[in-house]
């Protein structure tokens, strides 16, 4: 039976003071395969009850448990021990995000900001007795970023968010994306004050942190990117979308 | 003590629709779910949601009424046909205002929304957004609650239901963020927390779907409805158990044994792979069992390579992602090992079509419920339709139910005396430490006995000796003990405090499967492998009683499908 040693960073709001946090490292067995969510749950069912993580769907959907694993982040479910080529895993909370408890970090900002930028169709017509027509290719504009599962990988990444409590951040932006880019929304220029503004896309300086941490390979700074075009296409040649 | 006119208990399609409903109707309603909504369950479904929209261009004579037959067929004549053409009514509208709603369906040429063929369906109706539809629909119903406002209490885990006077009033919660359980009011509880699997030790489900829900309503003296009726999907990945969906067979994927054969030839002779879900996983089961599993082991291949990596890429991207991910395998150049493994909880709460029980102020929808749309099988691309179908008219319910106003008396006195019994509940846990029962050993003990005594196939004798196994984990429930008392995010709490539920509803499976002597869609008993209409054309209705499951039946509701043998 192999091992790995799992070194899990650790922090309770009733014994641990607020910003300080200990490194516990915990001996794992396994056979032929070993993810690190398995390997979490192992912990909490047999060495330490008291271990503190997000998840759900084990099969990297539902965005519950991104972490920082072993320097990159990861998806816990979709980490298999085997790939990082080691058998020493370091494992922190997402990095710049305030604490709950050990792996298991605040997410009230997060969803605040994607709630700010209105992540709704918005639709002013009669609606038709039968779908909205759209055209693959018009459908093809949204493949990219309607498969964000708002795992905060990318926000927790981006320098921009480090230094501005107010930015938006990648994931909020690529949602607003994602609504613009729909041709079944009527929002016109009704959304553009949620991210045309100093706490929207301008903040975004293309460090691309966010293409790298995001799990699903999307890429939040095209869409930023796209965002900036718009409001200049809006603003100053005065279009509609 | 917060109090709102309505509590959804559950973020998943069936709880965001209910609440979307009622919140566009006026009422102030709150969701309490242990996860943020949009990490539901519901967002694991692949595949699709069928309806009657005759977009295919070889569905254009498809009705609601042919969707009926096809889900009253599937289901072995156990659905209420009644239900089940109320869902096919309502399927198409609940589609076409998801589009409205923004939900990426991907679609043909003309722009209409795209449908692909499905197992044991006469047409190919099952509307997809490539094969991420459950993750579509849950984002976009998402979406729909913020824009209306609806409250949402995340990562608020409720473990029991505050009844006072014989009508619900409410729910107690531990605050996963905050700490400490708390009473939380209503004039009206909706439950919506997706299905058991997570009783079996060889799910496609999240981790999450423990049935708690059912769990809860059946300790409160709703019974639970076709608890032995559990869904084994046919291809479930082999080593991690997630679900490979049925669209790969859809799109055209070949099922594979040893011999290199596509031995669904000899079952389905005409349907073949889309035969429905019963058939073929007793199908694979079958092959395995009589050693022409791949290399005589337990799995067979499902092989996507035909398809060509264009419309894999297209239509199945993420199967593949998964796949490479979970089982280092690109469908592209390799066939993926599968098995079959549980996947959906036909049974659950007895509700009537529009979610209301027995208990007043207390409705269910979704796969926690049992309308009971999907009888002894259910079709795929149906649960994604149940959700939002029987969400939105549990919603529709609740609203009707309230114009009268709300219940009279003040639920205050018995929230604070249901939180005070489950505080005393956990203090008896925690006094018994570390010294009592381990809860996980007897988590294994359970999902291991669910998997190996109650599986595809059954036989009286081995639900005997599981029956007794389970019987004997039920009474070590009373012993368990809680090393970890208190805090915020305590996993060793929760995972404690909804087991003795999991046995409860794994001991309403095991009864039920023993009592019905005959097979029916899911439910196949090597001693007893004929369909009983004369008998069994009933449903199950579990009772709690202090000594176990106590069984009533209730005929099915019949209609213009007269059963007939299914053969595909």
């Not at chain 1, 067995?29 to 330490?48: A, H, K, M, N, R």
């Not at chain 2, 030839?265 to 429905?276: D, H, N, Q």
Request: aromatic share 8%.
């Amino acid at each position: 039976m192999r091992t790995v040693t799992f070194h899990i960073k650790r922090y309770d709001p009733a014994r641990d003071e607020k910003g300080s946090s200990r490194v516990q490292a915990f001996e794992i067995p396994y056979e032929t395969s070993l993810t690190v969510l398995e390997g979490l749950f192992y912990i909490q069912e047999e060495l330490d009850g008291s271990l503190a993580f997000r998840y759900c769907c084990r099969a990297s959907i539902c965005g519950s448990c991104a972490m920082y694993i072993n320097g990159r982040y990861r998806l816990a479910c979709q980490t298999n021990v085997l790939h990082l080529h080691t058998d020493e895993v370091h494992i922190e909370p997402l990095p710049h995000m305030p604490l709950v408890k050990d792996l298991v970090c605040d997410m009230d900002d997060f969803f605040a900001k994607y709630a700010y930028i209105e992540p709704w169709l918005i639709r002013h017509s009669q609606e038709p007795a039968k779908e909205i027509l759209q055209s693959p290719a018009d459908r093809h504009k949204l493949n990219m970023p309607v498969d964000c599962i708002l795992c905060g990988a990318c926000y927790s990444s981006c320098p921009s968010v480090w230094s501005e409590d107010n930015y938006l951040g990648p994931a909020a932006l690529l949602k607003a994306y994602r609504f613009e880019v729909d041709s079944r929304d009527e929002a016109k220029k009704e959304r553009l004050p949620k991210w045309d503004n100093e706490r929207g896309a301008y903040r975004c300086h293309t460090i691309t942190n966010c293409i790298e941490a995001c799990p699903k390979e999307l890429n939040p700074t095209e869409g930023i990117q796209w965002l900036k075009m718009a409001a200049v296409r809006r603003r100053l040649f005065g279009r509609a979308k | 003590m917060p109090h709102h006119q309505l509590i959804v208990v559950g973020g998943g399609l069936a709880g965001l629709r209910a609440a979307v409903e009622a919140k566009a109707a006026g009422l102030d309603v709150a969701i309490l779910s242990q996860v943020h909504p949009g990490r539901s369950h519901s967002g694991a479904a692949q595949g699709g949601l069928n309806a009657a929209l005759a977009n295919h261009p070889d569905a254009h004579d498809d009705t609601p009424e042919k969707h009926a037959f096809d889900t009253v067929k599937g289901s072995d004549y156990l659905a209420d046909q009644d239900t089940a053409i109320q869902m096919t009514k309502d399927a198409p509208g609940v589609i076409f205002e998801m589009d409205h709603w923004g939900c990426p369906f991907s679609r043909f040429d003309d722009g209409r929304i795209a449908q692909r063929p499905f197992g044991g369906a006469g047409y190919p109706r099952t509307c997809y957004g490539a094969d991420k539809t459950g993750h579509y629909l849950l984002h976009t119903l998402v979406e729909r609650a913020y824009e209306r406002g609806v409250k949402m209490y995340i990562e608020v885990f409720v473990t029991s239901l505050i009844v006072d006077d014989g009508r619900c009033r409410g729910v107690v919660a531990y605050d996963m963020i905050k700490g400490g359980f708390h009473a939380f009011t209503a004039d009206a509880v909706v439950m919506a927390t997706g299905g058991a699997g997570r009783i079996y030790g060889n799910s496609t489900n999240a981790i999450i779907s423990t049935g708690a829900g059912a769990a809860m309503a059946y300790q409160a003296g709703v019974p639970a409805e076709d608890m032995e009726f559990i869904q084994f999907h046919p291809t479930g990945l082999l080593t991690t158990h997630i679900l490979m969906s049925e669209a790969c067979r859809g799109e055209g994927g070949y099922l594979v044994n040893g011999e290199g054969e596509r031995f669904m030839a000899k079952y389905a002779p005409k349907a073949m792979e889309l035969a429905p879900r019963d058939i073929t996983a007793r199908s694979i089961t079958t092959e395995i069992n009589e050693g022409r599993g791949i290399g005589g082991a337990d799995y067979v291949n499902l092989d996507l390579r035909h398809l060509g990596a264009e419309k894999i890429m297209e239509r199945l991207p993420g199967i593949r992602d998964i796949a490479i991910h979970f089982q280092g395998v690109d469908p592209i150049e390799e066939p993926i090992p599968i098995k079959p493994v549980q996947h959906y909880t036909m049974g659950g709460i007895d509700t009537d079509v529009d979610g209301r029980t027995k208990l007043p102020g207390f409705y269910a929808a979704g796969e926690c419920a049992c309308v009971s749309v999907h009888g002894a099988n259910r079709l795929g691309g149906n649960s994604l339709l149940e959700t939002i179908v029987f969400g939105r008219r549990a919603g529709i319910a609740v609203v009707a139910d309230l114009e009268g106003g709300a219940p009279a008396g003040d639920p205050a006195a018995a929230g604070a005396g249901a939180v005070a019994a489950m505080e005393a509940r956990v203090a008896e846990l925690v006094s018994r430490g570390k010294a009592g029962a381990d809860p996980y050993a007897i988590r294994a003990e359970m999902i291991a006995t669910t998997r190996d005594y109650f599986g595809v196939f059954r036989e009286d004798s081995i639900m005997r000796t599981g029956l007794e196994i389970l019987r004997r984990l039920k009474e070590r429930c009373s012993q368990i003990g809680l090393g970890n008392a208190g805090g915020v995010f305590n996993l060793d709490l929760m995972r404690t405090v909804e087991l003795e539920g999991m046995v409860d509803l794994s001991l309403c499976v095991a009864e039920g499967a023993l009592a019905r002597t005959e097979s029916r869609g899911s439910h196949s008993r090597t001693d007893h492998p004929a369909r009983d209409d004369e008998k069994w054309l009933v449903h199950t209705l579990a009772h709690h009683t202090p000594e176990g499951p106590r069984l009533e039946y209730r005929p099915v509701t019949l209609g213009p499908f007269e059963p007939q043998e299914r053969k595909y």
